[in-house]
């Protein structure tokens, strides 16, 4: 196993721990990562949150915010 592999595992190992929800997103807003949780807070499969848009989990009212943090990146 390489290093990055041992690191990459390790990492997945801790997130799978984590009792808070984790995600990622891309620039676009595309979900390219979620955690175990995921499914236990949101009540969706991580395979189907995974290539989603964020913007269509959230109120519309939230909408606005979550694109001027994407755009400050």
């Known amino acids: 196993m390489t290093k990055t592999n041992a690191r990459l ?8 721990l ?3 929800l984790v995600m990622t997103i891309s620039t676009q807003g595309e979900i390219t990562f ?3 949780q995921a499914e236990r807070i949101l009540r969706y499969k991580t395979s189907d949150l995974v290539g ?3 913007y269509n989990l959230l109120v519309p009212s939230s ?3 979550l694109k001027s943090l994407i755009e400050e990146l």
């Open 9 to 16: 595992k390790k990492q997945a190992m801790i997130l799978a």
């Open 18 to 20: 984590l009792p808070d």
């Open 34 to 36: 979620c955690s175990a």
């Open 52 to 54: 989603a848009k964020l």
């Open 63 to 65: 909408r606005h915010a």
